[in-house]
């Protein structure tokens, strides 16, 4: 079983920037694929960006530009860098994983417990 935690939400501006963290435990972290998730209020679950074991990434296209997917394998870390933050962007985000890729169209097998990103406009 993995175990997930996030940190780093938070309220910020709009056109502000916030960064999210995940470690992970549990099982060898360098064969998981890593991801966010987020849920706004009365929305469904939405892919934001995933990376895999290659370090291959992907995106959203709602967050493309603006948003930074990383991996630490030797801290067992996944990062989000958020920047130009939009009214739009707030969400409970949740760290993912799955054995090797995270898909944006598959519920991934590993969900963290999630944070609160609020962006006041």
């Known amino acids: 079983q993995v175990q997930l935690v996030e940190s780093g939400g938070g309220l910020v501006q709009d056109g502000g920037s916030l960064g999210l963290s995940c470690v992970a435990s549990?099982?060898?972290?360098?064969?998981?694929?890593m991801g966010w998730f987020r849920q706004a209020p009365g929305k469904e679950r939405e892919f934001v960006a995933a990376?895999?074991?290659?370090?291959?990434?992907d995106y959203a296209d709602s967050v493309k530009g603006r948003f930074t997917i990383s991996r630490n394998n030797e801290k067992n870390t996944t990062y989000l860098q958020m920047n130009s933050l939009r009214p739009e962007d707030t969400a409970v985000y949740y760290c993912?994983?799955?054995?090797?890729?995270?898909?944006?169209?598959?519920?991934?097998?590993?969900w963290g417990q999630g944070t609160q990103v609020t962006v006041s406009s």
């Open positions: 549990g099982r060898t972290f360098y064969t998981l694929g």
């Open positions: 990376i895999d074991y290659t370090f291959s990434t």
């Open positions: 993912v994983g799955r054995e090797l890729v995270v898909f944006s169209t598959e519920s991934p097998k590993y």
